[in-house]
Antibody, heavy 119, light 113 residues
Framework: EVQLVESGGGLVKPGGSLRLPCAAS????????MNWVRQAPGKGLEWISY????????YYADSVKGRFTISRDNARNSLYLQMNSLRDEDTAVYYC????????????WGQGTLVTVSS | DIVMTQSPDSLAVSLGERATINCKSS????????????LAWYQQKPGQPPKLLIY???TRESGVPDRFSGSGSGTDFTLTISSLQAEDVAVYYC?????????FGQGTKLEIK
């Protein structure tokens, strides 16, 4: 069974940093591209970052470019999101998601971890 | 960025009736080399992560009931629920994965009339 488990969320002050891990199991992690998607309270979904299978390609939404860094450790079956210079508007549930076998749609999602940015 | 615009923002349909949600992209998401539309539909219920319903604009994900169907090409797409069931109450999102910045529509909230 495919499982994605995010952790690392919590309360952080504006300007602070946080690192979100996502532990993957039930599939060959190294063969799938991965994404982070977030959802502010009561709002819609916002794609924020993509990483290819071998770390060679990374893409970011304009809203997080230069502040967030996506990475992965295929040996540990783990995906990460390093978030720096956090702002109030980064408050959201952060989901990691695995792409499909044939394309970049998100087939599997974790349950999400809540990040609250507030003073 | 490719902007995805859904209509309507909310929709109330009677049980057993058809529900139709539209999604329009600001530029074509049809990739000419393989003639595929890079468009997916998701369903999200309260307190849950999104669930993939449709990809390549019209391919139903395994296990998704056949009352859900996707259609359209280029810039205009439609998600249709042929006979609304109570468990279909949710927010529905379209997403393009054509560009290197994937984007979602704003969501359509579907309720029972």
């Amino acid at each position: 069974e495919v499982q994605l488990v995010e952790s690392g969320g919590g309360l952080v002050k504006p300007g602070g940093s946080l690192r979100l891990p996502c532990a993957a199991s039930g599939f060959t992690f190294s063969t799938y591209s991965m994404n982070w998607v977030r959802q502010a309270p009561g709002k819609g979904l916002e794609w924020i970052s993509y990483i290819s299978t071998s770390n060679s390609k990374t893409y970011y939404a304009d809203s997080v470019k230069g502040r967030f860094t996506i990475s992965r450790d295929n040996a540990r079956n783990s995906l990460y999101l390093q978030m720096n210079s956090l702002r109030d508007e980064d408050t959201a549930v952060y989901y990691c998601a695995r792409e499909g076998d044939s394309g970049s749609y998100e087939v599997y999602w974790g349950q999400g971890t809540l990040v609250t940015v507030s003073s | 960025d490719i902007v995805m615009t859904q209509s309507p923002d909310s929709l109330a349909v009677s049980l057993g009736e058809r529900a139709t949600i539209n999604c329009k992209s600001s530029q074509s998401v049809l990739y000419s080399s393989n003639n595929k539309n890079f468009l997916a539909w998701y369903q999200q219920k309260p307190g849950q992560p999104p669930k993939l319903l449709i990809y390549w604009a019209s391919t139903r994900e395994s296990g998704v009931p056949d009352r859900f169907s996707g259609s359209g090409s280029g810039t205009d797409f439609t998600l249709t629920i042929s006979s609304l069931q109570a468990e279909d109450v949710a927010v529905y999102y379209c997403q393009q994965y054509y560009s290197t910045q994937y984007t979602f529509g704003q969501g359509t909230k579907l309720e029972i009339k």
